[in-house]
């Protein structure tokens, strides 16, 4: 969350250098895949005694709730405006976006909008699935050691990047203001891996990750394997805009 108030506090920062009315703030849902599925993670940790772990949790949900900020570049003498958008989300999904993209706006002289957009997407989204018990003296993960007799807080992971199309309905409120609703969708290409954090043997947090195709990460879904995360940041989003 605290990165999600400095992203978009940077955006303001810059949106506030120019004169022109060029911010956008918007809020609504993402719709990911909708599903109620039963996943199990096993893990075989690097301790001496090589713990197998098991953890088996219900996804559940299938909404995340966003806000953004939008810096775009009118040129009222261009149909393409490019625009840069910071964009935090929580809920089913938490995580963070940066989007960077082009819309074509005509020249802005109706008073109803109809604007197709294009963006480029990068982005992190993370999933908690709890902890896991220790069952021996300490857990390990690569060359992180935990606390002895601590459980290990465990989150599923996606780094990407991919495109996000999209579509603008809108209205002039005058004064160079807008207010409309955007509808977009997110395709992209993810790297996932698993993050572990808790207690090092020092006292203080300590945190290390596996990437999901590591020989000692295994995931099941429904009862079967998958070498993929199981948590899909891609989906339909559905919002409320104000440009002011």
Do not use: H
């Amino acid at each position: 969350m605290k990165k999600s108030i400095l992203l978009l506090s940077f955006l303001s920062i810059v949106g506030g250098m120019y004169a022109q009315t060029n911010l956008t703030v918007s809020g609504g849902v993402r719709i990911i895949r909708p599903e109620n599925r039963i996943v199990t993670l096993w893990y075989v940790d690097e301790s001496p005694s090589m713990d197998n772990i098991f953890k088996e949790f219900k996804q559940q949900g299938n909404t995340c709730y966003e806000l953004s900020l939008r810096y775009v570049n009118y040129d009222y003498n261009k149909n393409m405006q490019w625009f840069i958008e910071g964009q935090g989300y929580l809920g089913s999904l938490s995580g963070l976006a940066l989007n960077p993209g082009l819309v074509y706006t005509g020249k802005n002289e109706s008073k109803f909008k109809f604007q197709p957009e294009l963006a480029a997407s990068l982005g992190y989204s993370s999933k908690g699935i709890g902890t896991i018990e220790n069952n021996d003296v300490y857990i390990k993960v690569n060359n992180t050691q935990f606390m002895d007799y601590t459980n290990v807080n465990v989150s599923v992971q996606n780094i990407f990047f991919g495109l996000k199309p999209g579509l603008n309905l809108g209205s002039s409120t005058g004064n160079g203001n807008e207010i409309g609703i955007r509808f977009n969708y997110l395709i992209s290409y993810k790297m996932g891996y698993l993050n572990f954090s808790g207690t090092g043997q020092d006292g203080n947090r300590a945190s290390d990750s596996e990437d999901m195709d590591a020989r000692n990460v295994s995931f099941w879904v429904d009862g079967e394997k998958t070498e993929t995360v199981p948590f899909n940041p891609d989906g339909l989003e559905i919002k409320l805009y104000y440009r002011f």
